[in-house]
C-alpha cells in the first residue's frame, strides 16, 4: 500500500483560496488514479476531485469551477487548489490512491480505494 500524508488544511473565511497537499510514497505503479474526497460531520464521504496518472481530472459539480486538482510527479505530491471557497466547503479532507489503475475516475469519485491519507480539516467561516 502507498503512504499519503496530507497537510495544508485551515481556517479561511468564505471567499478564501486554501491548497493542499498530499505526499505520497510507497508502492504506486505507473499507471494510477489518485483523488480528494471529503466528509463533513453527519454526512457521507463524498469524492471531490480526481486525476489519471496520464493527467485527466474530473469533479464534482459542486467544486467544478473553483477547486483544481493537480499533480508534480516529480515530487510525489498530488495538490487541490481551493478558490471561493463556501461555507459548505467545510469538511475533513482525504487524499486517496488507486494504485494500480483498477477502477475509475469519475465527477470527482474513484471507484476503487486502495490507499487512504489522514485527513486534514478545512473550516469557512461565514
Known amino acids: 500500500q502507498a503512504r499519503l500524508v496530507e497537510s495544508g488544511g485551515g481556517s479561511v473565511q468564505a471567499g478564501g483560496s486554501l491548497r493542499l497537499s498530499c505526499s505520497a510514497s510507497?508502492?504506486?505503479?505507473?499507471?494510477?488514479?489518485m483523488a480528494w474526497f471529503r466528509q463533513a460531520p453527519g454526512k457521507e464521504r463524498e469524492g471531490v476531485a480526481c486525476?489519471?496518472?496520464?493527467?485527466?481530472?474530473a469533479y464534482a459539480d459542486s467544486v467544478k469551477g473553483r477547486f483544481t486538482i493537480s499533480q508534480d510527479n516529480d515530487k510525489n505530491t498530488l495538490y487541490l487548489q481551493m478558490n471561493s471557497l463556501k461555507g459548505e466547503d467545510t469538511a475533513m479532507y482525504y487524499c486517496?490512491?488507486?494504485?494500480?489503475?483498477?477502477?475509475?475516475?469519475?465527477?470527482?469519485?474513484?471507484?476503487?480505494?486502495?490507499?487512504w491519507g489522514q485527513g486534514t480539516q478545512v473550516t469557512v467561516s461565514l
Open positions: 486517496a490512491a488507486d494504485e494500480t489503475w483498477r477502477g475509475s475516475c469519475y465527477k470527482g469519485r474513484l471507484s476503487s480505494v486502495s490507499s
Open positions: 486525476i489519471t496518472s496520464t493527467g485527466i481530472a
Open positions: 510507497g508502492n504506486i505503479g505507473s499507471k494510477y488514479l
